[in-house]
T-cell receptor
Framework: AQTVTQSQPEMSVQEAETVTLSCTYD???????LFWYKQPPSRQMILVIR??????QNATENRFSVNFQKAAKSFSLKISDSQLGDTAMYFC??????????FGAGTRLTVKP | ETGVTQSPTHLIKTRGQQVTLRCSSQ?????VSWYQQALGQGPQFIFQ???????GRGNFPPRFSGLQFPNYSSELNVNALELDDSALYLC????????????????FGPGTRLTVL
């Protein structure tokens, strides 16, 4: 079974600084997808970024980028120029081709003014 | 483009009752997945519906059942409610363009908060 581990229950960062959230996963699959979702207090899960395992290039979306290390089964999220609106729970997720998506326990990120 | 919507927003039930939660998928999507998110935890996959058929199921008992309608909206039904069923129930829609074994990004609704007393 696939498992997703987020080892940082809580993190904080000063506004405008950079923060990295960690995620590791365990799988025997070769083809899969990895995601970071953000869940603010409004509780709606919002897609931050997506990475296909067959792509070597790390995904980027504006201030958000990932460091995908397939051999190490690591998928960290870097948030640059942190903004107050980035305060939320961040979930790392793994998905095989059959759409069974597994989530980590989440990291609570607080951006301080 | 209409996003994923869920109803109701909040619901309070008593143990042993039955509940139905509803989800409307994002326009153009043909697949709906349901998740249970207990307080302080990540979402747990319940099941997925693709073209009105169940297309995968997580580790949930048969009292959790679902439906998908021709317009791709979906229902989650839970019978014989237990206290541990109290959670946020999330629905997510996606487009499986390559068939039931395909994969695509899932977009989530705002959730239904279920409280079982």
């Amino acid at each position: 079974a696939q498992t997703v581990t987020q080892s940082q229950p809580e993190m904080s960062v000063q506004e405008a600084e950079t923060v990295t959230l960690s995620c590791t996963y365990d799988t025997s699959e070769n083809n899969y997808y990895l995601f970071w979702y953000k869940q603010p207090p409004s509780r709606q899960m919002i897609l931050v970024i997506r990475q296909e395992a067959y792509k070597q290039q790390n995904a980027t979306e504006n201030r958000f980028s990932v460091n995908f290390q397939k051999a190490a089964k690591s998928f960290s999220l870097k948030i640059s120029d942190s903004q107050l609106g980035d305060t939320a729970m961040y979930f790392c997720a793994f998905m095989k081709s059959n759409n069974d998506m597994r989530f980590g326990a989440g990291t609570r990120l607080t951006v301080k003014p | 483009e209409t996003g994923v919507t869920q109803s109701p927003t909040h619901l309070i039930k008593t143990r042993g009752q039955q509940v139905t939660l509803r989800c409307s998928s994002q326009s153009g999507h043909n697949t709906v997945s349901w998740y249970q998110q207990a307080l302080g935890q990540g979402p747990q996959f319940i099941f997925q519906y693709y073209r009105e058929e169940e297309n995968g199921r997580g580790n949930f008992p048969p009292r959790f059942s679902g439906l998908q309608f021709p317009n791709y909206s979906s229902e989650l039904n839970v019978n014989a409610l237990e206290l541990d069923d109290s959670a946020l129930y999330l629905c997510a829609s996606s487009l499986l363009a390559g068939g039931a074994d395909g994969a695509d990004t899932q977009y989530f609704g705002p959730g239904t908060r279920l409280t079982v007393l």
